[in-house]
């Protein structure tokens, strides 16, 4: 009987923690992001504040649910700040890949302001292929 009661909720608490994620707005400002999709499937990284490192990734259901994957160094954070801090003027205008992904860059200083960069198209999620310096190098950092 101890057996099945302990099976019960060690299988309770692995769904549970499957199934749970945060949502983007709850996590502290500043926050960085890079993001790639084709269509409605993609995937988005998310760095924030204290250098929790979330990700996402399949195709749209409704709701944006992040997973933690672990933590920057503080110097990884500090390179990341210092990239960010580094790009030209945002260009929001949305990109059309015919093949591949199309990659987003986002800092969200606030929940006010928000900058996006959209840049080149990539081989597929994750992919850093046809990415330019400095985003080559900050979609790297994302990669842990």
Not at 82 to 109: D, H, I, K, M, T
């Amino acid at each position: 009987m101890f057996r099945v009661l302990f099976l019960v909720i060690c299988t309770s608490l692995i769904l549970t923690s499957c199934s749970t994620g945060v949502s983007p707005d709850s996590l502290l400002n500043p926050s960085f992001s890079w993001s790639a999709g084709n269509g409605l499937c993609g995937f988005v990284r998310t760095v924030d504040a204290t250098g929790d490192l979330w990700d996402n990734k399949g195709c749209e259901d409704g709701s944006l649910k992040l997973h933690k994957l672990g933590r920057l160094s503080q110097e990884k954070l500090d390179d990341l700040t210092q990239y960010f801090e580094s790009l030209s003027e945002p260009n929001s205008e949305a990109l059309a890949c015919e093949a591949g992904a199309a990659n987003r860059f986002v800092w969200q200083e606030s929940a006010a302001v928000v900058k996006v960069w959209q840049v080149g198209c990539s081989a597929g999620f994750y992919s850093t292929d046809g990415l330019p310096e400095p985003y080559l190098s900050i979609a790297k950092i994302f990669l842990l």
